[in-house]
């Protein structure tokens, strides 16, 4: 199916996953209403695609839902998805791990994703069509030592989009989740060098992600995919 003329609102669309779908999304020929708190970084990539607009804010914030929501209409005079897909990840075993930053994640991954696919989702069902996506990932499927607070934003974004699907199913609202495994991005940026992954064992280049957001997208009416599992094919957990 086309997304030619489609509008997506994208969160967390300054870096990483979030930003390579946008550049893959706006070759299809959709426009992109993109979202994160860096601004500078947002303009910078909207430069560089089709048809873009900014709307900066942080996620956290429980009015930017109906802000993207607004402006997509103001900006583009339409919406047709939401790329449900900012996030951080904070792990740490019990005697180290930062709770607030661990809380602060729940917020983040999970508690903002709530918030704005409700809004969304209104928006979609009015309009009787409407596509959310939704990035999970291979940590919501199942559990690693000392991720337990991440796993469980993860497993909720899983069981909400799960729900979600089936609740909707046959209104023409679609929902889905893309979940990947250790991807090449800014996520684990502060964690101390010697915990972080071995790239020896792989790691996606993020454009692996977009096209898989992209494929679900794709899909004809008639077609789900409720969730797409992509990793590398060298990872071994
Ligand atoms: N990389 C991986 O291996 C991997 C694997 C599985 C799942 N994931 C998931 O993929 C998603 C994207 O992460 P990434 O890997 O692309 O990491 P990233 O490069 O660090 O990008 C994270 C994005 O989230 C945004 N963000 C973080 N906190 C925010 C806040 N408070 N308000 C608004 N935006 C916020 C950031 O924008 P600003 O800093 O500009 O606000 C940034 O655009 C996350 O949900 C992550 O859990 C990643």
Known sequence: MSLEGQVIIITGASSGIGKATA?????????????????????????????????????????????????????????????????????????????????????????????????????FRKQGRGFLINTSSLAGLKTFPRFGVYNGTKFAVEALTDSLRME??????????????????????????????DPADGMLDPEAIANAVRFVLEQPEDVAIPRMLVMPSRQPT
């Open 23 to 123: 550049g893959v999304l706006s070759r299809t020929g959709m426009k992109c209403l993109l979202t994160g708190r860096s601004v500078e970084k947002l303009e910078s990539l909207a430069a560089t695609l089709g048809e873009a607009a900014v709307c900066a804010g942080d996620i956290t914030d429980p009015q930017l839902p109906e802000r993207l929501i607004a402006t997509a209409q103001e900006r583009f005079g339409r919406l047709d998805a939401l790329f449900n897909n900012a996030g951080i990840m904070n792990i740490g075993s019990v005697e180290e791990a930062d709770i607030e930053a661990l809380c602060h994640m729940i917020r983040v991954n999970y508690e903002a994703l709530v918030r704005m696919s409700y809004h969304a989702l209104r928006f």
């Open 168 to 197: 909707l199913a046959g209104t023409g609202v679609r929902v889905a989740a893309v979940a990947p495994g250790r991807t090449r991005t800014h996520l684990f940026d502060h964690w101390p060098e010697d915990q972080r992954f």
